[in-house]
């Protein structure tokens, strides 16, 4: 079985600054997931090492920008970082699936940001489900959790996509159960998925322009080739 890790990054439809949303998906399979996440606590103890691994998260945004536990460490430090975890993604046994949304480019039935995110996820889980049948393993979702005490609205609107995707296939998919959720904090492939995802946005949104765009470009060619890229349109 192979475990697909998805996180999302970019805006919603009326944020003109930027053009792109990615839904990514890192997959693992089940034999190395313990391989990985033990490789990524290693390097979590290295960037912060008065914090536990699972007491923060590697997250491309807030590296870059130096925010939260990333707060008090350099520039300097901060690149090294994210050179370090990409350094990881290139190394470890996982490959990217993830889908770049040209939002200047959508149809007008496209009005939504609960219709913009329907439609990346249903390109992602078409590729996903297409790599498993070339296989014949079986797979599973895993997202980050965004329910809490009070609501399951946000979560409850990714399990209604998943169903309309699997209805649309007659059904018939090497996916098994609905997607799981969880506190990316926990998960290694989350937070992988969440940098890769973030990584592509930057560079497909920056271009050459804006404070580490070498940087992360340079990041982002570490694990471009174990990536599949899927544009809409």
């Not at 979590?44 to 590296?63: C, H, M, T, V, Y």
């Not at 290139?90 to 913009?116: H, M, N, T």
């Not at 990346?120 to 078409?126: G, K, V, Y």
Request: one cysteine or more.
């Amino acid at each position: 079985m192979r475990l697909f890790y998805m996180d999302e990054s970019g805006t919603g439809l009326k944020d003109v600054r930027s053009p792109y949303f990615v839904l990514a998906a890192v997959a693992i399979h089940e034999r190395d997931w313990r391989g990985v996440d033990r490789q990524l606590a290693t390097l979590k103890r290295q960037i912060i090492s008065w914090a536990k691994p699972e007491n923060f998260e590697i997250k491309g945004r807030d590296l870059r920008r130096g925010e939260k536990l990333f707060k008090s460490l350099s520039w300097t430090a901060r690149v090294e970082a994210i050179q370090s975890i990409a350094a990881l993604l290139a190394e470890v046994p996982c490959y990217i699936f993830a889908v770049q949304v040209d939002k200047r480019e959508l149809p007008e039935y496209v009005g939504s940001d609960d219709l913009l995110y329907r439609l990346a996820l249903s390109r992602l889980l078409d590729a996903i489900d297409e790599s498993l049948e070339g296989v014949g393993e079986s797979g599973m979702v895993l997202l980050d959790a965004r329910s809490d005490l009070h609501s399951s609205v946000q979560d409850r609107r990714i399990i209604d996509a998943y169903r309309e995707w699997v209805g649309s296939r007659g059904g018939k998919t090497a996916l098994v159960e609905l997607p799981w959720f969880g506190f990316s904090a926990f998960y290694a492939g989350l937070q992988l998925a969440d940098f890769a995802a973030y990584l592509t946005d930057f560079v497909s949104n920056e271009g050459n322009a804006g404070r580490g765009s070498t940087e992360m470009a340079a990041a982002f060619n570490r694990f471009r080739h174990k990536m599949r890229l899927f544009p809409i349109p």
